[in-house]
């Protein structure tokens, strides 16, 4: 499902990038000289293309064996990441151009503190990237029934009481000095699949920068 799901978040992220950073959207390396961090890399599905749009990535999971499957796989394709495992909170971690988290918020404990700790990475003219489920009936059924018992993802992966809405997560980054500048849903049909909507009943994206900055 992960596999499925990257290339419709980089659609947007590509876009994103472009606009924010005033890139060349034909540029190969639209991230070239720029920082990135991805928060919950997993075992680095956003790191690696991020790292082939020219970013010096690190990527950071929780979890050890992510980052062993990720390293593994980077060493393989040849590319330079650093990859680090433990929270974000304990990492000694400068500023980045680029910060995305995938799927993680509706995870963690605190989420105005998570959005905290990525704000403060985030240089002052950088841009964030942040996608999570919706809290809807359409995301309860397909998202977490549906999905468990179709082997989609396995029993257990989602919490449906924490999951947030646009208008949460939207306060929570508020609330960080964040402004959402873009949103868009990631939604499901029979003919095209996942793809990007203004339907955001299951899933959304959003991009984001420091208020006022420019």
């Not at 064996?65 to 980077?74: G, T, V, Y």
């Not at 650093?82 to 910060?99: N, P």
Request: proline share 4%; net charge negative.
């Amino acid at each position: 499902m992960l596999h499925k799901l990257n290339p419709v978040r980089l659609g947007f992220i590509r876009r994103q990038i472009d606009m924010h950073f005033c890139t060349d959207e034909s540029a190969m390396k639209p991230l070239l000289g720029k920082s990135a961090l991805d928060v919950g890399c997993g075992a680095g599905l956003l790191c690696e293309p991020l790292a082939r749009l020219g970013a010096n990535v690190t990527g950071v999971d929780a979890a050890d064996e992510n980052i062993a499957a990720a390293k593994a796989h980077s060493a393989q394709s040849g590319l330079a990441i650093d990859y680090r495992a433990g929270e974000l909170a304990t990492q000694k971690l400068g500023q980045f151009d680029l910060v995305t988290s995938m799927e993680v918020i509706e995870h963690v404990t605190d989420p105005a503190a998570f959005v905290g700790e990525l704000a403060a990475r985030l240089k002052r003219d950088g841009l964030m990237i942040l996608s999570t489920p919706n809290r809807t009936a359409a995301s309860k059924l397909f998202l977490v029934e549906a999905a468990e018992r179709l082997g989609q993802v396995p029993r257990g992966t989602h919490d449906w009481d924490k999951f947030l809405t646009p208008e949460e997560v939207t306060a929570l980054l508020t609330d960080a000095g964040l402004e959402v500048i873009a949103m868009e849903g990631i939604a499901f049909s029979p003919l095209s699949g996942l793809h990007l909507s203004s339907n955001k009943a299951l899933n959304y994206i959003l991009a984001a920068r420091h208020s006022g900055s420019v």
